[in-house]
């Protein structure tokens, strides 16, 4: 806080001389946040960042962790070479039978011990079954109050198109913005995309950096068209350019 007050007869005579000033300065510390540049997620098994492209990562029900790809693989070819039965590449517990029915069951496991992975894609189960109100967005709040960005990127989903709750662009901004600082770049995108549809063109830079420096193509191709229309110079568009190659670079697993 900004301000103290020594008691509430003193807020009261004095707020009004201050309140422009305090909001301000409130803005002021929310983009100090929201700009900061975040890190990715990493493998927590190889701790390289683990590739924004989907089918370049994995997801195991039995802990509900996300490893990359090259680790999913190294796992695989070690079992086959030593003639191992498979196991988890990150718990070591023996590998469950993926079908549908053992990863709900597993992941409700996970959900029940309150992991913000394993609530998401719960919401997510949800969703694709109708279920808002009582389920996805139970879920989804529950794992974004344990931090988890997507689900904060979910609820944003939920607010701005009316979804199971009433349309309330002050929480879908909200939940967008939590998303973003969390490191989820669909949100931070989006972001970008607001800001520039509302002209404000240096903020929707600042988005498209953070997330071009993590290794976004689609950023980096919004901020080149930035750059065509005067917005950016060539300058700070080629540091950012070796920043996002830097970024993909890193997540190049040796297998």
């Known amino acids: 806080k900004s301000v103290r007050y020594c008691s509430i007869k003193c807020q009261k ?101 309150d992991d913000p992975a394993a609530l998401q894609w719960m919401g997510i189960s949800c969703q694709e079954k109708g279920d808002y109100n009582n389920g996805a967005f139970e879920f989804w709040t529950r794992a974004a109050e344990l931090g988890d960005s997507q689900s904060h990127y979910q609820l944003s989903v939920m607010y701005h198109g009316g979804h199971g709750v009433e349309m309330d662009e002050k929480k879908g901004i909200h939940h967008l913005e ?15 995309v607001l800001e520039q549809g509302n002209g404000r063109f240096e903020r929707a830079e600042k988005h498209f950096t953070i997330a071009a420096n993590l290794g976004c193509e689609d950023a980096i191709n919004k901020l080149r068209h930035l750059q065509l229309r005067g917005f950016m110079s060539y300058e700070d568009l080629d540091t950012v350019i070796h920043s996002h190659q830097a970024a993909l670079d890193a997540m190049k697993s040796p297998q």
């Open 13 to 113: 005579e004095h707020r009004s001389q201050h309140k422009r000033a305090c909001k301000k300065r409130a803005t002021e510390l929310r983009d100090e946040v929201l700009f900061r540049q975040t890190e990715g997620t990493d493998c927590p098994i190889c701790l390289l960042p683990i590739p924004l492209d989907p089918d370049k990562l994995a997801m195991i029900s039995c802990c509900a962790r996300h490893i990359c790809a090259g680790c999913e693989f190294a796992n695989a070819l070690r079992e086959i070479e030593e003639g191992l039965k498979p196991t988890c590449p990150f718990c070591r517990l023996p590998a469950p039978y993926e079908d549908d029915e053992t990863w709900e069951v597993n992941m409700k496991r996970r959900a029940e011990a």
């Open 178 to 192: 939590e998303a973003a600082i969390g490191g989820d770049i669909v949100a931070r995108v989006n972001l970008g």
